[in-house]
């Protein structure tokens, strides 16, 4: 894949999210929030193909997925007013439509453009299909770790500020209520990643994104999480006593493990 052609689409992105802003203050706080989000992954993606010693047109492909991996939440939040694929559509599923209607990929390499393709289909799965082999397991992995790595930047700043400052859809309208749902809990406790489905408050979700730390699939993800102090950072958002100290902990133990050698 040709820099050009990267370029072209990073225009074309530009262009596509521009037709979104003509919205009301929520909706622009909530459409802006995504296309930060975006370019965050970008630089997170282009971070993460250096640390792994990914050739130059690798790089390139996972910064196209990157560019184009959450297209789909644009026509999704201006129909349905809201981020949370169960309430309204997979968004996976919609940017694979919108690249369809925009012809994005004509004429790419048909491998290349299956890559990009199939790294954006299966990025939001809560696990990988086992079957996915090399090289799409390496584009799928880089923009879940690059993904991941970024909504827990957004995440901080968002729980930093007012409730009433805070995009209104990024917490997916979960109340915000001390404890947590048992079967998040007992997730957790097993050092196993926390499933959206089962998120009835927004202490589910935190947990939810603490347990993510079990799912990177690169050292330099790790590295990254790890230096950015992602977990305890979390952890200190959590609305009252858990009693998950032991498992946040183990999970911290694991992230530092794999930071320095990671085969997941």
């Known amino acids: 894949m040709e820099q050009q052609r990267v370029a072209g689409i990073g225009r074309w992105f530009d262009d596509y999210t521009r037709t ?4 009301d203050p929520e909706g622009l706080g909530n459409i802006l929030l995504k296309i930060e989000h975006t370019r965050k992954v970008c630089a997170v ?3 993460l193909a250096a640390g792994e010693g990914l050739s130059a047109n690798e790089a390139r492909i996972a910064a196209t997925v990157a560019l184009l991996h959450d297209v789909g939440r644009f026509p999704q939040y201006r129909r349905w007013r809201t981020f949370r694929d169960s309430d309204s559509d997979n968004h996976a599923r919609l940017s694979l439509e919108v690249l369809a209607e925009h012809n994005l ?9 299956l890559l990009v393709e199939e790294a954006v289909r299966f990025h939001n799965l ?3 299909p086992e079957r996915v082999g090399s090289p799409t397991r390496l584009f799928m992995q880089m923009i879940r770790d690059a993904d991941k790595l970024d909504i827990w930047r957004i995440f901080l700043e968002l729980f930093a ?5 805070r995009a209104s859809a990024a917490t997916l309208d979960l109340p915000d209520l001390p404890g947590c749902t048992p079967a998040c809990r007992d997730a957790l406790l097993a050092q196993r990643v926390v ?11 935190k947990m939810l994104q ?18 950015r102090d992602y977990i305890p950072r979390l952890t ?6 858990l009693e998950i100290g032991a498992a946040i902990e183990g999970i911290r133990q694991e992230a530092a493990l794999r930071a320095n050698d990671c085969n997941t």
């Open 126 to 128: 809560l696990e990988l």
């Open 45 to 47: 993606s282009d971070t």
């Open 20 to 23: 979104f802003l003509d919205t």
């Open 210 to 227: 603490i347990s993510w730390a079990l799912d990177l699939g690169f050292a330099s993800s790790y590295r990254l999480l790890l230096e």
């Open 105 to 113: 990929l004509d004429g790419l390499d048909p491998a290349e453009r």
């Open 195 to 205: 499933r959206l489905d089962q998120c009835l408050v927004l202490n589910d979700f």
């Open 236 to 241: 200190g958002t959590l609305n009252g006593e």
């Open 161 to 165: 500020l007012p409730v009433e400052q």
